[in-house]
């Protein structure tokens, strides 16, 4: 069975960094995609990065780019998100998620992904 455990999630100030983690199993890293997405209360939820491990190839949101590092410990089997210098508009329920279609590199777009975490709450406050 396929399962994703999202943790690290916490209430930081504003400026502060955060690293949330995601535990897989049931599968191998290196066959899925790994995207982390994020929804805040009465936002849609949007794509913040994701990373093919088979292929080491990452992309990042525009509104993260510089503040985010996605990477992933495949002995481990399970992908970190680094985010530096939080704001408090990065407040939001955190997300990971596996996609198991594709073969090369990865999108933003949560539609392509078929397995969820639950989430972790990351709290930013000014």
């Known amino acids: 069975e396929v399962q994703l455990v999202e943790s690290g999630g916490d209430m930081v100030q504003a400026g502060e960094s955060l690293r949330v983690s995601c535990a897989a199993s049931g599968f191998t890293l290196g066959g899925y995609a790994i995207g982390w997405f994020r929804q805040a209360p009465g936002k849609e939820r949007e794509g913040i990065s994701c990373?093919?491990?088979?292929?080491?190839?990452?992309r990042y949101a525009i509104f993260v780019e510089g503040r985010a590092t996605i990477s992933s410990d495949n002995a481990k089997n399970t992908v970190y998100l680094q985010m530096n210098s939080l704001k408090p508009e990065d407040t939001a329920v955190y997300y990971c998620a596996a996609d198991i279609g594709v073969l090369h590199g990865c999108l933003l777009h949560d539609f392509e992904y078929d397995y969820w975490g639950q989430g972790t709450q990351v709290t930013v406050s000014s």
């Open positions: 990373i093919n491990p088979k292929d080491g190839s990452t």
